[in-house]
């Protein structure tokens, strides 16, 4: 009987960050499903310790070599070869458990503790057990050619206008009630209601102090942003090539491109090993596969919106790209989302930003077929001279016939309330204006987190740091900060570890000033750090100590700050005594009894030029450490 050792793959998830963890897993288990797959070729059982995604991305997760020993793999002249004699009853063993903890990882709340016996057993002196995770059944009520058949209208020849009913046609997949219960249940609401309601809190903070420009938002926007958030970082991947399964080369090249079941399949060939990319339209496939390009996003990011509730519309560009349009009731117009970008509210960012020629831009939605055009240009005579494709009035005629089709089982006082909203949109349409800055460089604009980092911010909370009882005992006083958490935790130093004494979310909570500082979450680089705001040439946060009131004075000072800078950037430090003197020798504040830090971010040609504290998404270490030992 094949043995696995559970408590090394779980010690190998628990040594590593989240996305180390699943780059590395990821990696060994397409080694391991080769070799199963296809046991007697030679060539999947051997990989090159210098080959650039084995050391990249498999053996940079730290105590992967060990699992792989441990799997069986022995190492010679520069490889790691598994013999023959390993059974692949160990390897499936192996395979099915990496397999669990990597969804265990990415869907922690969808998981719920085995009742087998093995599971049972304590595995780590933490007594961490064994869970059995269930992947969330994804299924639809009909099959998908079934959910989007409906009678033909446009007689037309014209290419673009039977697109428009194959379209408008397609996006009735989304209403498939089994469908919207399988998305409802892969998108964690709860962690995005809990990060939008700590958004809204800062804005409300700002609110108070005056410096909030603008209607405070409604909650349901600020979900939507971070549902947007969390389908680019978390949710979906993008290809451009499929890698190849022997090698690991990513950049693999197309060879074909064909039609299988009425799917297009770009075919790709490597060490002589094809593999086929299916370009789905279905949802349904798309919520198993969850990757692709801009159009598996568009799709797939609409049919989630319209799975929480929201109003959503899958746009369609002829400069060949799609995306989506959500509803906002607080609004009360129509809000450009791109997924792919993570961008919200920024229409014009494909014409100027871009550099892309808008001619026929539409929106569909299973009420409704809408030429939104207008909205993505501020050159409404350049975009008519460039619409040749047919004739404006056979449009008109087809986006109407359309809209009746969709509208047509629809009660009257709904139908009333669609036209009044059409009729304000056409007005809104018609309305021109300059692209922002963020439209210009092609980022989004107009989020709620881009609002909170724009302005001239000043933000007092006057927070101060006092000795408790058990400080003044111990004659020590720590505090740390997790910008990847963003909490700040006072401790004690003990010959047996930490004793974390406090616990603090958001950043701003234990500062005592700032001024055009923000933390800033880069999805794509999974980094986060805390930046000047946008548009702004300086930015501080203070810190503020006061140990005399309990007559404590500082014998001893050690601090960590750490901060990046780039293009002649700088990070200032700079340290102020019981008398308000600035210095920027820490050790001046030795026989202090009182004194503020201050870190002062200036200079570069950008505002994330100058960073503080910046740290992968999911890292332990902390940034930002203080320690003091009173006399």
């Not at 060539?43 to 310790?49: D, E, N, S």
């Not at 950037?569 to 210095?583: R, S």
């Amino acid at each position: 009987m094949t043995t696995l050792n559970e408590s090394l793959v779980i010690a190998l998830e628990r040594s590593n960050g989240r996305d180390s963890f699943l780059t590395g897993a990821e990696t060994l288990l397409r080694l391991l499903d080769n070799i199963i797959r296809d046991p007697q070729n030679g060539k999947f059982r051997t990989v090159r310790l210098e080959n650039k995604t084995i050391k990249e991305k498999l053996l940079a997760c730290s105590g992967m070599k060990q699992l792989m020993l441990e799997i069986g793999y022995v190492e010679a002249n520069g490889t790691l070869s598994l013999p023959s004699n390993v059974v692949i009853a160990k390897l499936r063993k192996y395979r099915d458990f990496i397999a669990e903890r990597m969804e265990l990882c990415k869907n922690p709340g969808a998981v719920k503790p085995s009742t087998s016996k093995d599971a049972q057993q304590p595995l780590l002196e933490a007594k961490e057990r064994v869970i059995s995770v269930p992947r969330p059944t994804i299924r639809a009520g009909s099959a998908f050619q079934k959910r989007i058949a409906f009678p033909k209208i446009v007689c037309a020849r014209n290419a673009l206008l039977q697109q428009l009913e194959l379209l408008s046609d397609q996006v009735m997949q989304y209403e498939d009630e089994e469908l919207l219960e399988s998305g409802r249940n892969l998108v964690p609401l709860e962690t995005l209601k809990t990060r939008a309601k700590e958004k809204l809190r800062q804005v409300q903070k700002l609110v108070k102090a005056g410096t909030f420009d603008g209607e405070e938002p409604w909650l349901e926007d600020l979900i939507l942003e971070e549902l947007v958030g969390w389908f680019k970082a978390d949710f979906f991947r993008w290809v451009n090539a499929l890698p190849c399964t022997v090698c690991g080369n990513e950049e693999t090249q197309q060879v074909d491109s064909r039609v299988e079941d009425g799917v297009r399949v770009e075919v790709y060939k490597c060490c002589n090993e094809l593999r086929r990319f299916y370009r789905y339209n279905d949802v349904e496939k798309l919520l198993h596969t969850r990757c692709g390009r801009c159009g598996e996003w568009a799709n797939c990011f609409t049919f989630l919106c319209r799975a929480l509730g929201y109003e959503a519309r899958f746009v369609f560009s002829t400069g060949d790209h799609v995306w989506t349009e959500v509803y906002s009731a607080r609004q009360g117009r129509w809000i450009h989302v791109d997924p792919c970008e993570n961008a919200i509210d920024s229409p014009l960012m494909y014409e100027h930003g871009w550099k892309k020629e808008i001619s026929y831009v539409f929106a569909f939605s299973k009420e409704d077929v809408t030429d939104v055009t207008w909205r993505y240009s501020n050159d409404h005579q350049k975009v008519l001279k460039s619409r040749r494709t047919c004739s404006e009035s056979e449009l008109l005629d087809t986006i109407l016939k359309l809209r009746a089709k969709r509208r047509g089982k629809l009660s009257e006082p709904r139908k009333a309330y669609l036209r009044k909203r059409t009729l304000w949109e056409c007005l809104d349409l018609l309305a021109t204006r300059a692209p922002t800055q963020a439209e210009l460089e092609g980022r989004s604009s107009g989020s709620m987190d881009w609002r909170l980092q724009r302005g001239e911010q000043k933000l007092n909370t006057f927070y101060i740091f006092i000795p408790n009882e058990q400080e003044i005992r111990a004659k020590q006083f720590n505090v740390r900060y997790s910008c990847a958490k963003d909490t700040y935790e006072r401790f004690l130093k003990e010959s047996t570890g930490v004793q974390v004494l406090e616990s603090a979310k958001d950043w701003q909570s234990r500062q005592y000033t700032s001024e055009n500082v923000f933390r800033k979450e880069e999805h794509d680089w999974k980094m986060v750090y805390l930046a000047r705001t946008e548009g702004t040439e300086r930015g501080s946060v203070c810190w503020k100590f006061d140990f005399s009131i309990q007559g404590m004075r500082v014998r001893d000072i050690k601090l960590k700050l750490d901060s990046m800078v780039y293009e002649g950037a700088k990070v200032e430090l700079v340290y102020f005594t019981d008398e308000g003197k600035p210095t920027t020798n820490l050790q001046s504040l030795v026989g202090s009894g009182k004194f503020t830090i201050q870190a002062r971010l200036s200079g570069g040609k950008m505002w994330q030029h100058s960073q503080i504290f910046r740290q992968g998404k999911h890292a332990e270490d902390y940034p930002f450490e203080l320690n003091v030992q009173f006399m």
